[in-house]
């Protein structure tokens, strides 16, 4: 019978990777239309150069979206985008951005 626990564990486990891989995917797609106006040549705050460097803050900003969701998440199944998060997110990468002055630079990167 103790088969039969481990498997249980392991679909549960398995369950969560699944809620948490759909929701990076779907929140760094979400992130990217949130990022793309800071690629416009007439961005006036935290423009991003750099396709690098456009990748690298989609990543960094996913992940801490990510991070911060988890914790307010009693159980892995809540995990969810939903247009509250969305929102939330979109307020964190303005912020995020507006710390870098008119371009965006890796070296420059403020503490999250």
Known sequence: SKKTTTAAADTSSEMAKKIKDTFRK???SYIV???NPFRKPDCKMGRIISTE???HLARKLTHHVMAKELKHCRHVEDLEVNENVK??????VKKYMGKFGSVYSKTGSPDI
């Open 26 to 28: 779907t929140m760094s």
């Open 33 to 35: 239309v949130c990022l």
């Open 53 to 55: 460097d456009f990748k």
């Open 87 to 92: 929102s939330k997110a979109k307020d964190y």
